[in-house]
């Protein structure tokens, strides 16, 4: 099974600086199908970023994804009121698909 | 637009079994995979295991493995999937979704499970 480790598990941020989320996975994350959500409370979680780097539809272009094999990064280049949230990475390239722990992006 | 209407929460007492279900819309039902994830109360996401409708075929999570049953109904497009012999442990939402590959695309609203005596 591959665990996920977020970092950190708490970012204290301030609206329009630049936000840097780490995920790092215990072995290689085959062909890069690795994933980004976004969740609010008491929401459902929303897909930001797939294989690593591609933004889903209609996800702002201030998030971007990048990495491979075992380091994964998403960045948020300018946050906005909206965007202070939970954020969770899976790895969905082997079975069992598995969730990193998350990191709390709070103001 | 793709749709995944899931059942409504539940409450159960310990040793008893849930069935929830996911009801889905706007596209082909048999050609994508649909996945269940669980969240507990203030805690992250937790990958439960994986349906092909198509088939059937079926790829559990070994935490859940001889507890979960995932299943399907082709003639109403709606996956369910039924935990048995539950323990508090197991009071979360639980949430169906299903992606262009294995990732979490689309989403259910969730169903909250309370497992309590």
């Known amino acids: 099974e591959i665990v996920l480790t977020q970092s950190p598990g708490t970012l204290s941020l301030s609206p329009g600086e630049r936000a840097t989320l780490s995920c790092r996975a215990s072995?290689?994350?085959?062909?890069?199908?690795l994933a980004w959500y976004q969740q609010k409370p008491g929401q459902a979680p929303t897909l930001l970023i797939y294989?690593?780097?591609n933004r889903a539809t209609g996800i702002p272009d201030r998030f971007s994804g990048s990495g491979s094999g075992t380091d994964f990064t998403l960045t948020i280049s300018r946050l906005e009121p909206e965007d202070f949230a939970v954020y969770y990475c899976?790895?969905?390239?082997?079975?069992?698909?598995?969730f990193g722990g998350g990191t709390k992006v709070e103001i | 637009q793709v749709q995944l209407v899931q059942s409504g929460a539940e409450v159960k007492k310990p040793g008893a079994s849930v069935k929830v279900s996911c009801k889905a819309s706007?596209?082909?039902?048999?050609?994508?995979?649909m996945q269940w994830v669980r969240q507990a109360p203030g805690q992250g996401l937790e990958w439960m295991g994986i349906?092909?409708?198509?088939?059937?075929?079926?790829n559990y999570a070994q935490k859940f493995q001889g507890r979960v049953t995932m299943t399907r109904d082709t003639s109403t497009s709606t996956v369910y999937m039924e935990v048995s012999s539950l323990r508090s442990e197991d009071t979360a939402v639980y949430y169906c979704?299903?992606?262009?590959?294995?990732?979490?695309?689309?989403w259910g609203q969730g169903t909250l499970v309370t497992v309590s005596s």
């Open positions: 979704a299903r992606g262009l590959g294995w990732e979490c695309r689309y």
């Open positions: 706007g596209y082909t039902f048999s050609s994508y995979y």
């Open positions: 349906i092909n409708p198509s088939g059937g075929s079926t």
């Open positions: 072995q290689s994350v085959s062909s890069s199908y």
């Open positions: 294989i690593a780097s």
């Open positions: 899976q790895q969905y390239g082997s079975s069992p698909l598995t």
